[in-house]
C-alpha cells in the first residue's frame, strides 16, 4: 500500500516495489534514512518517537531549522545534543530570556582592548585610520552563539533554546539569519556562513510563536512519553537497575502524570526519582513509604503538588503500579 | 488497499494531488503557503514516499505548525489520502468552498453596514419600524431598545468626561519600558561603541561619555465590549468611553460583541462624534439576542488576536460576564489570548454592586486568566483605574 502508487496506478493495483520505481527511490537510499536516525539517537540514549525521527530527519535533508514545541522535560534541549553527538558537530547554544539583545546573541566589540590598543598607538604616535581599521577588526571582536554557528568551518548544531521567553522583536529578527545565514556588521561588512548551521529551536509555550517562524521551521510536538517509550528511556539511561523496579517506577510516574498537578513531571524528573530511589536503596515502592515520600521531592515540584499527592495517594499509585 | 482514495484517471499527477491536499489542508483551517507546498514535495523526496506512514509523518512535520495542528492531521491525512477507496473526482478543488465561506461573512458584515443601515439611516426617529419580514421580529425589537438607548440617554457631557477619563486611562498605560537599551542623551549605562569612536581623536581618552537607556515603547490597547441585552444600560457609558480610548491613540483597537464580534474602531475613529455614534449603533444593531462572550473571544483568539496580540498589549474587557455559551470556552479562549503574551483587564459593571460575587459560570471560568478584574459602575470607577493599570 504506497501513497506513490495511489499516485501512479490510480486504480489501486499491485504496489510496487520501492527499488523499481525510479531514480528518485535510489536516491532516497543514498540518503541516511529516518530509522537510522532514530536507531542512532537510541544509541546514545535517545529514544525518539517515529514524528519527531521524521521531523528531525527532514529538517536536515532540507536544511530547514527545527521547531520543537512541548512540556518542560520531556527532552526538546536533549535532541539537540544528541544530533550534536550523532553528527560529531559542535553544539553551539543560544539561551533567549526577555530582554535578549544584538550584543549578546551576535556579536559585540570588546570595548576594553579596543581602548587599550587606541592608548597604546596613540603612544607610539600612530595616525587615527589606522588605530580604526585596527580596532575594528576580528581580532576585537567578541562572537556570541549566533556569529559563531554561522562561522564555524563545520556545520554545528545552532540551539536556540526557549525562543518564546525572547521577545517579538528578537524573534524578527532571527526570521532573516534562518532564512539567509548572514550576518551584517558595519565596520566589517556581511558575513556569510560557511556551512550551514544545523538548527533546533525549542519553546514551551510561554507565548505563542508568530506565524512566520512557524513557517520557516520543520514542526515537531513533543509529547510526554506512553510507558513502552519511558521505560525504554530509563532503562537505557539507568543500566543498573532492576528492571521490575523501572517498570515500578514508569508505572507510577505515568500514574502521576494523571493526577490534576500544576507542575506534570517530565522525563528529566523520572531519571532523577530513578536515581533517587537508587540512592536510598530502594528495591520495591510499596516497601517503604517513608522514603518513597522522601524521594518524590524530585517529581512534585510545588507545594500544592505536594500536598495533592500524600502519603496515602502515593502508596496507592504505587500499589497500582507494581 | 481498499482504504486508498483513488484517484480518476484524468487527474494530472502526483505533485498536483500534493497541491490538492495541501489545497484540502487550507480549507481545514491551516494556514499554507505556496513555500509550504515546496516544501512538502522536497520532503517526500527524501523518504520512501511509497509508504504511507512515512509520509504521513514528513507532511505533518511540514505542515502542522502547532499541537493543535499536529493532533488534527492524522484525521485530515486520512480524509484525503484515505478515504476507504473511494474515487476523488478533482484532485486540485475548486476554490469554490474557500471563496464561498469568505463572501458569506462578508456579505454578512455588508448587510450590517448597508441594508439595515438604510432602516435606521440617523434621520429615522427612534424606534422605527422594522418592517424587513417575519421571523426577526425579537431581535430588531432588542435592536430598537439599544438603538434609542445609545440615541437618547447619552448627554454631550457624559460622553465628554467618559472620553476625558478615557484618554488619561490611555496615556497612564500608554507606555512600558524596553528591555534594550537605545543611544539617548541620558541614560543609565555607557554606549561603549560610541565612546570607542569619540575617544579615537583623543588618544583613547575618553571625554564625551555617550549614554544609552531602555526607551520607552508603546503599549497596545485592545478593548472588547459587550453590548448584549444585559449590558444596555451601560453601553452609553463603555462607548464613549472606548470612543476616548480610540480616538486617543491611533494603535488601539476596539471591538463590539454580542452574539458575533464586530470591529468599531474605524467607525470611534470618525472626525464627527455624532456620526460615530450613529456608525456605531447601525454596528451595533446587526446583532442577535443573547450574549455568547465566549464565542466572540474564541472568534478574537483565533482571528485578530493572531496580529493584533503581543506582549505589549493590553487587552480590556467590557462585560458583565452573563453568558449563554459553556463557561469553559471562556476559560479557553482567554488561556490563548494569555499565550499570546497580552496582559488581560476585565471591567464589569456589576462588581461595582454591593455583595457582588463573581458568582456566574462563565465569571468564575474567566476570573484566573484575568490579570485585572475591576469594577465598572460608574465614571468614577474608570477613572479610579488608572493608577491601579500603571502599578500592572
Known amino acids: ?322 | 488497499m481498499s482504504r486508498v482514495t483513488r484517484f480518476a484517471a484524468r487527474d494530472p499527477g502526483p505533485a498536483a494531488r500534493i497541491v490538492g491536499f495541501i489545497a484540502h489542508l487550507r480549507a481545514n483551517g491551516l494556514r499554507l503557503g505556496v513555500g509550504e507546498t515546496q516544501t512538502a514535495l522536497a520532503a517526500l523526496s527524501h523518504i520512501t514516499a511509497s509508504d504511507p506512514d512515512q509520509a504521513r509523518r514528513a507532511l505533518k512535520s511540514v505542515c502542522a505548525a502547532n499541537s493543535d495542528e499536529a493532533a488534527r492531521f492524522d484525521a485530515l491525512f486520512d480524509s484525503y489520502w484515505r478515504n476507504d477507496g473511494r474515487v476523488r473526482e478533482r484532485v486540485t478543488p475548486s476554490d469554490r468552498g474557500g471563496a464561498l465561506r469568505m463572501q458569506n461573512t462578508r456579505d454578512a458584515s455588508g448587510e450590517n453596514s448597508t441594508m439595515r443601515g438604510q432602516i435606521h439611516a440617523p434621520e429615522d426617529g427612534p424606534g422605527a419600524a422594522h418592517g424587513d419580514g417575519t421571523g426577526r421580529l425579537i431581535a430588531s425589537r432588542t435592536a430598537s431598545l439599544m438603538h434609542r438607548d445609545m440615541r437618547t440617554f447619552v448627554s454631550p457631557q457624559d460622553i465628554a468626561a467618559a472620553d476625558s477619563i478615557a484618554r488619561r486611562l490611555a496615556q497612564s498605560l500608554a507606555y512600558r519600558r524596553s528591555r534594550r537599551r537605545r543611544a539617548a542623551r541620558r541614560g543609565d549605562q555607557l554606549h561603549f561603541r560610541r565612546l570607542i569612536r569619540a575617544s579615537l581623536s583623543t588618544g583613547g581618552e575618553p571625554l564625551t561619555l555617550p549614554r544609552k537607556k531602555r526607551p520607552d515603547r508603546r503599549v497596545r490597547i485592545v478593548a472588547l465590549c459587550d453590548v448584549s441585552g444585559s449590558m444596555t444600560c451601560y453601553a452609553r457609558i463603555f462607548l464613549a468611553f472606548l470612543a476616548g480610548l480610540v480616538r486617543g491613540d491611533d494603535a488601539t483597537d476596539a471591538w463590539l460583541f454580542h452574539t458575533r464580534l464586530v470591529r468599531i474602531s474605524e467607525a470611534l475613529r470618525d472626525p464627527d462624534p455624532l456620526r460615530a455614534l450613529n456608525r456605531l449603533t447601525l454596528l451595533a444593531e446587526g446583532f442577535g439576542g443573547g450574549t455568547k462572550i465566549g464565542k466572540a473571544l474564541e472568534e478574537f483568539a483565533r482571528g485578530p488576536a493572531r496580529h493584533s496580540v503581543n506582549s505589549r498589549t493590553m487587552i480590556l474587557i467590557l462585560s458583565d460576564g452573563y453568558d449563554t455559551d459553556p463557561p469553559e470556552q471562556i476559560a479557553a479562549a482567554l488561556a490563548r489570548i494569555k499565550r499570546r503574551g497580552g496582559r488581560i483587564l476585565w471591567l464589569n459593571p456589576l462588581k461595582g454592586w454591593k455583595d457582588y460575587a463573581p458568582v456566574t459560570a462563565a465569571m468564575a471560568a474567566a476570573l484566573p486568566h484575568l490579570d485585572l478584574f475591576a469594577a465598572a459602575t460608574t465614571l468614577a470607577d474608570l477613572a479610579a483605574l488608572a493608577p491601579r493599570l500603571e502599578r500592572l
Not at chain 1, 512540556?71 to 526538546?76: D, S
Not at chain 1, 525572547?166 to 551584517?184: G, V
Request: proline content about 5%; charged content about 25%.
Open chain 1, 1 to 322: 500500500m504506497s501513497l506513490v502508487c495511489m499516485a501512479e496506478g490510480g486504480t489501486g493495483g499491485q504496489p510496487p516495489d520501492p527499488r523499481s520505481i525510479s531514480g528518485t527511490v535510489k536516491e532516497q537510499m543514498r540518503m541516511p534514512d529516518w530509522r537510522d536516525l532514530q536507531a542512532g539517537m537510541a544509541e546514545r540514549g535517545y529514544i525518539a518517537g517515529d514524528d519527531l525521527a521524521m521531523a528531525l530527519h527532514i529538517a536536515l535533508a532540507l536544511e530547514r531549522p527545527l521547531l520543537l514545541e512541548g512540556a518542560a522535560g520531556v527532552g526538546k534541549t536533549e535532541v539537540a545534543r544528541i544530533l550534536a553527538a550523532l553528527k560529531g558537530a559542535r553544539l553551539i547554544r543560544l539561551q533567549c530570556y526577555e530582554g535578549l539583545d544584538a550584543a549578546q546573541a551576535i556579536y559585540e566589540w570588546n570595548y576594553p582592548r579596543q581602548l587599550l590598543a587606541i592608548r597604546a598607538a596613540a603612544e607610539g604616535g600612530e595616525t587615527g585610520a589606522g588605530v580604526e581599521a585596527r580596532i575594528f577588526s576580528e581580532d576585537y571582536l567578541l562572537e556570541r552563539p549566533l556569529l559563531q554557528a554561522i562561522r564555524q568551518a563545520e556545520p554545528p548544531v545552532l540551539l536556540i533554546d526557549e525562543i518564546d521567553r525572547a521577545d517579538e522583536e528578537f524573534e524578527a529578527y532571527l526570521l532573516e539569519i534562518l532564512s539567509d545565514f548572514q550576518i551584517s556588521i558595519p565596520e566589517l561588512g556581511t558575513i556569510t556562513a560557511r556551512a550551514r548551521p544545523m538548527v533546533v529551536l525549542t519553546a514551551n509555550g510561554t507565548r505563542d510563536l508568530s506565524d512566520a517562524l512557524r513557517r520557516r521551521c520543520i514542526y515537531a510536538h513533543v509529547d510526554y512519553p506512553d510507558r513502552a517509550a519511558e521505560l525504554a528511556i530509563v532503562q537505557s539511561r539507568c543500566p543498573g537497575t532492576d528492571a521490575a523496579l523501572i517498570r515500578q517506577i514508569v508505572g507510577f510516574v505515568q500514574a502521576i502524570r494523571r493526577e490534576d498537578l500544576e507542575k506534570t513531571p517530565g522525563i528529566a524528573e523520572t531519571l532523577d526519582f530513578a536515581a533517587a530511589l537508587a540512592g536510598l536503596g530502594i528495591n520495591d515502592l510499596t516497601q517503604d513509604p517513608v522514603a518513597l515520600q522522601a524521594a518524590l521531592a524530585t517529581l512534585l515540584k510545588t507545594q500544592s503538588d505536594r500536598a495533592a499527592i500524600p502519603t496515602e495517594v502515593a502508596q496507592r499509585l504505587a500499589g497500582q503500579a507494581a
